[in-house]
T-cell receptor
Framework: KAGVTQTPRYLIKTRGQQVTLSCSPI?????VSWYQQTPGQGLQFLFE???????NKGNFPGRFSGRQFSNSRSEMNVSTLELGDSALYLC????????????FGQGTRLTVV | AQSVTQPDIHITVSEGASLELRCNYS??????LFWYVQSPGQGLQLLLK??????LVQGIKGFEAEFKRSQSSFNLRKPSVHWSDAAEYFC????FGGGGNKLTFGTGTQLKVEL
């Protein structure tokens, strides 16, 4: 069974640009969550999507957005990039419900210059 | 506010020595508890999880963790560390009854293994 797949693995963008990251969950998993990991702030929850609807949202500005498609694949978008958006962005999938664990992808390393 | 604390930022142990990584949580009710490991530049791999029942849980790679309600702790242990265990370890929680889709993480413990 294939794991969570994130593309691309690495990205370099310029301040002010926008970026889109992609996540394909484990087959059968309908919940996808996104996390930002930085040395200063650690691992922080961005948002969760289930059945194409955002179910939970973390404390991030509106420049961070996402969506989920009918096949459960998810994308997150960051507009008007800032230097502080440089981070490892991790996607996790699970079977939404109690007593379930999240499975993580390898992450996308975004560098903003 | 709900929080997870990993008091040790860095730990160094000799190969073959025992290991204990500490995790304390602050929640209104006992949450679900997880330990993840992350190698440099990689994603997170689940080591073990606690939902309910037996307070000593076994995980992969020879790791175990013990849930102690009275101390609000979920410490990770390994009897004999291998050089390949060098990585960063994260304790994480979700509220009781929740799934693993909105995790709150501790700040992580970086493990170094001396040969």
């Amino acid at each position: 069974k294939a794991g969570v797949t994130q593309t691309p693995r690495y990205l370099i963008k310029t301040r002010g640009q926008q970026v889109t990251l992609s996540c394909s969950p484990i087959s059968g998993h309908r919940s996808v969550s996104w996390y930002q990991q930085t040395p200063g702030q650690g691992l922080q929850f961005l948002f969760e999507y289930f059945s194409e609807t955002q179910r939970n949202k973390g404390n991030f500005p509106g420049r961070f957005s996402g969506r989920q498609f009918s096949n459960s694949r998810s994308e997150m978008n960051v507009s008007t990039l800032e230097l502080g958006d440089s981070a490892l962005y991790l996607c996790a999938s699970n079977n939404r419900g109690s007593n379930t664990e999240a499975f993580f992808g390898q992450g996308t390393r975004l560098t903003v210059v | 506010a709900q929080s997870v604390t990993q008091p040790d930022i860095h730990i160094t142990v000799s190969e073959g020595a025992s290991l204990e990584l500490r995790c304390n949580y602050s929640y209104g009710a006992t949450p679900y508890l997880f330990w993840y490991v992350q190698s440099p530049g990689q994603g997170l791999q689940l080591l073990l999880k606690y939902f309910s029942g037996d307070t000593l849980v076994q995980g992969i790679k020879g790791f175990e963790a013990e849930f102690k309600r009275s101390q609000s702790s979920f410490n990770l242990r390994k009897p004999s560390v291998h050089w390949s265990d060098a990585a960063e370890y994260f304790c994480a929680v979700v509220p009781f009854g929740g799934g693993g889709n909105k995790l709150t993480f501790g700040t992580g413990t970086q493990l170094k293994v001396e040969l």
